[in-house]
């Protein structure tokens, strides 16, 4: 079945620092990629998304590219801040259905 | 627009008990989706529904989880024994489900605590 793996479990950073979560998935259709963060207390909120190879998606700073080739959709912030700490997911919607596949999750803390 | 309302925010259940998590959707949305979040686990989809009808219930879910959609602004899931290992955080999430790439809009959730 269709996965997405986030390499990451847990990022410490600084204010400022660049931030790159890793995302692999592995899908036997063409998916949609997404990212989506959590706050405390809050359910996931949709970030942005990409569906088609090459396609960067973006949204608050955080950017994401689309590889086909290397089955990958990898966060990237060139500067977080505080306010970024949250948890971050990774997941994808095959074709073939509406369903969701998420990935583990990537908890950030970002220290001022 | 209204999001995606959850009610309650909290409930702590006794061993055995029956237990209804309810969620209404976006206005408009045709689907809906019931999952389960844990730190062991992350986030786990229990069922998922188009314009009302069950799509996805959940597979290793379906013994004592049930979702229903009573009308398409109201679902309700009902948990039948709960047990210690329910404890989690359940999520409702409504879709326009026009296309595949369309987003999912979550509830706050429902954290429920089993004793």
């Known amino acids: 079945g269709d996965s997405v793996t986030q390499t990451e479990g847990q990022v410490a950073l600084s204010e400022e620092d660049f931030l790159t979560i890793h995302c692999n998935y592995s899908a036997s259709g063409y998916p949609a990629l997404f990212w989506y963060v959590q706050y405390p207390g809050e359910g996931p909120q949709f970030l942005f998304r990409a569906s088609r190879d090459k396609e960067k998606g973006s949204s608050r700073g955080f950017e994401a590219t689309y590889n086909k080739e290397a089955t990958s959709f990898h966060l990237q912030k060139a500067s977080v801040q505080e306010s970024d700490s949250a948890v971050y997911y990774c997941a994808l919607s095959d074709g073939g259905n509406y369903k969701y596949v998420f990935g583990a999750g990537t908890r950030l803390k970002v220290i001022a | 627009d209204a999001g995606v309302t959850q009610t309650p925010r909290h409930e702590v259940a006794e061993k055995g008990q029956t237990i209804i998590l309810k969620c209404e959707p976006v206005s408009g949305h045709n689907d809906l989706f019931w999952y389960r979040q844990t730190k062991i686990q992350g986030l786990e989809l229990l069922s998922y529904f188009r314009s009302k009808s069950l799509m996805e219930d959940g597979g290793a879910f379906k013994d004592r989880f049930k979702a229903e959609m009573l009308n398409s602004s109201f679902s309700t899931l009902k948990i039948q024994p709960t047990e210690p290992k329910d404890s989690a955080v359940y999520l409702c999430?409504?879709?326009?489900?026009?296309?595949?790439?369309?987003?999912?809009?979550f509830g706050p959730g429902t954290r429920l605590t089993v004793l």
């Open positions: 999430a409504s879709s326009l489900g026009d296309k595949y790439y369309a987003e999912q809009f």
